[in-house]
């Protein structure tokens, strides 16, 4: 699986968008950008993946550059409870069910 | 409504007690998996298994086990091997032969006394 650097923290206010950056610099082609969100003390939940075109659903947005090397996940109007870790993860989509490998994140904190 | 359950939440055991943690899903998934989380860090794989009567280590085995007798169940013990086991445990499981949308439950903190 590709390696991915994303920022330690990030503030946003409450009502604006949260955007969160992640590099996958070494990713190759058939590797999914995945995101996952940790609440505290709470399992992981999953959010959205994409390949190489945007993808958008109920929760989020998720932007991949043209050449795979870094994606944004967009939370279009941040509330409070967005406050969590957010994990960008990058691995091919047939796994063979292999587990995920997930790094230390990005703390989002939401502001009131 | 589907989901995951880990039972309890919290878990207290005194030094070199070994200690079960339950895991149950009624999602019909194949796949099962344990975590594990310090604080401040990722998650770190324990062991997982893809179908019943089957099961792989993950990168930090030593010191637990596991079994999977039914595909809805995948109980972790902890054994007194395990060195720091004071931590919160995490099972998850995979929908299907093809995803990686992973599915969590609330998670066991342990505390070893």
């Known amino acids: 699986d590709a390696k991915t650097t994303q920022p330690p923290s990030m503030d946003c206010a409450e009502g604006r968008a949260a955007n969160l950056p992640c590099n996958h610099s070494?990713?190759?082609?058939?590797?999914?950008v995945y995101w996952y969100r940790q609440i505290h003390s709470q399992g992981p939940q999953y959010i959205i993946h994409?390949?190489?075109n945007n993808e958008t659903n109920e929760m989020a947005s998720l932007i991949i550059t043209e050449d795979r090397k870094s994606s944004t996940l967009i939370l279009p109007h941040a509330t409070l409870r967005d406050t969590a870790v957010y994990y960008c993860?990058?691995?091919?989509?047939?796994?063979?069910?292999?587990?995920?490998?997930f790094g230390s994140g990005t703390r989002l904190q939401v502001q009131p | 409504d589907g989901g995951i359950t880990q039972s309890p939440k919290y878990l207290f055991r005194k030094e070199g007690q070994n200690v079960t943690l339950s895991c149950e899903q009624n999602?019909?998934?194949?796949?099962m998996y344990w975590y594990r989380q310090d604080p401040g860090q990722g998650l770190r794989l324990i062991y997982y298994?893809?179908?019943?009567?089957?099961?792989q280590k993950g990168d930090i085995a030593e010191g637990y086990s596991v079994s999977r007798e039914k595909k809805e169940s995948f109980p972790l013990t902890v054994t007194s091997a395990q060195k720091n086991p004071t931590a919160f445990y995490l099972c998850?499981?995979?929908?299907?032969?093809?995803?990686?949308?992973?599915?969590f439950g609330p998670g066991t903190r342990l505390t070893v006394l």
């Open positions: 998850a499981s995979t929908k299907g032969q093809v995803s990686n949308e992973q599915f």
């Open positions: 070494t990713i190759s082609g058939n590797e999914y």
């Open positions: 994409g390949l190489k």
């Open positions: 993860i990058v691995r091919v989509g047939d796994t063979g069910r292999r587990a995920l490998t």
């Open positions: 999602l019909n998934h194949d796949a």
């Open positions: 298994s893809q179908i019943v009567n089957d099961f």
